[in-house]
């Protein structure tokens, strides 16, 4: 018999983030393995820059657009999907049932919700879990850690966790993590890895523009845990020295940190940073193969070596070096391979060294990176881990 699974999720396809991709390969996973999937998300958040017709089985719900940038505007954007996914899912498909209910978080609301409806419809309760919310909230600076939000948010992180039937998550530290608050014996972990789209996309087929100059690209979001204003300290840097005709930076996609961020480029008068806002999944793909070294930063903080960021997959797609901060499972995978170069979040002279030490040593490095592409496909193929996870149920 087709067992009957609903897929929560605030974010989709199209919008333009890694919990999109994410479940959107989860979806298409689900349907090859034979589950009869409903999908239940948002209409898209923010950029629709390239269409997607959805099939009958992919609910939108309506939200107020995000205006304000404040952490509480957010969190009321999250309340309403949660109320209104609960809705729909108990009301507007109240004659369906089904066998799991899969959420993802965060935001934690939706995991929430998610329970919520699987109590009602009597279902088991799958949560997957890309970041511990509340704790990256505080180390994000965005909650504080002695507030009565994150206290409560604290209280449903274990709720959560006690009532779910599975849990999957983005990394091995990560599952240590939720297994000391939880001792949940069902923690599965489902690397980001790499889509069977991605795979099947040419992939650095574009060279390196014939600019003398070394192109280091950034394709992702913009916000605080990025660590983005790094890049125009280094370029600052740089531009104080013989190598200040030697880079230029690329940084494709959008935030809450962008137009600060751009800001502070022309108030300093640094010509060599450009910013190209949102593009498609293959326009960006066009830049990154375009770039001789990919670059991506995270703060320095405990939370934030439990996770891996879904762009390290990626950017091994593309056979390319890649210049971060990164640290925990994410820079032992890096440092196994050799093609990366690593710097201090915090140390804007650390990561202008890096560039140096990368272009005196180039084709060292390129040469290491020539088979970062065969290495991730075959170690995290996202489609693969799914299909085991699935055939555990």
């Known amino acids: 018999m087709q067992k009957k699974i609903l897929l929560i999720s605030q974010y989709f396809l199209p919008d333009i983030n890694a919990a999109s991709y994410r479940m959107d390969d989860l979806y298409r996973a689900l349907k090859k393995q034979g ?47 949660m109320f209104k996914s609960i809705y729909h899912s108990l009301f507007k498909l109240r ?26 419809k009597r279902s088991r309760l799958i949560v997957d879990i890309r970041d511990i919310w509340p704790d990256s909230a505080v180390s994000a600076g965005m909650l504080k ?62 060279s390196p523009s014939d600019d003398d100059r070394i192109t280091v690209a950034y394709a992702g979001n913009i916000g605080i845990v990025q660590n983005m204003d790094i890049v125009l300290k280094a370029a600052q840097l740089l531009s104080k020295t013989p190598h200040r005709e030697s880079f230029n930076f690329v940084v494709v996609g959008d935030g ?16 060599n940073v450009r910013f190209t806002g949102p593009l498609t999944k293959q326009d960006t793909i066009i830049r990154l193969s375009q770039a001789d070294l990919l670059f991506f930063s995270l703060m320095d903080d405990p939370v934030f070596e439990e996770t891996i960021p879904s762009k390290l997959f990626d950017y091994l797609l593309n056979n390319k070096p890649i210049v971060t901060s990164i640290k925990g499972e994410g820079r032992t995978i890096l440092q196994e391979l050799g093609c990366s170069l690593f710097f201090d979040p915090d140390d804007p002279e650390s990561l202008m060294n890096a560039l140096v030490h990368y272009k005196e040593h180039k084709t060292a490095y390129d040469q290491k990176a020539a088979n970062n592409r065969t290495y991730v496909i075959e170690h995290y193929n996202r489609e693969r881990m799914f299909e085991t996870f699935l055939a555990s149920l």
Do not use: W
């Open 95 to 120: 004659k369906t049932g089904f066998d799991y209910v899969m959420v993802t978080s965060p935001p934690l609301f939706v995991a929430l919700g998610g329970f919520i409806v699987s109590f009602f």
């Open 256 to 271: 809450v940190e962008r137009k600060k961020l751009e800001e502070e480029a022309e108030r300093l008068h640094i010509r």
């Open 145 to 206: 850690s002695d507030g009565l939000l994150y206290n409560v948010t604290k209280k449903i992180e274990k709720f959560i966790y006690k009532q779910s039937a599975y849990i999957t998550c983005v990394s091995a530290p990560m599952k240590n993590n939720i297994y000391k608050k939880s001792e949940h014996q069902h923690i599965h972990v489902l690397y980001n890895g790499v889509s069977p789209v991605s795979i099947q996309q040419e992939v650095g087929s574009s």
């Open 35 to 81: 589950y009869d999937v409903t999908v239940v998300t948002a209409e898209p958040q923010k950029y629709v820059v390239e269409e997607v017709k959805d099939a009958p089985d992919i609910h939108r719900l309506r939200l107020n657009k995000v205006n304000k940038k404040s952490f509480m505007t957010y969190v009321k954007n999250y309340f309403g999907f």
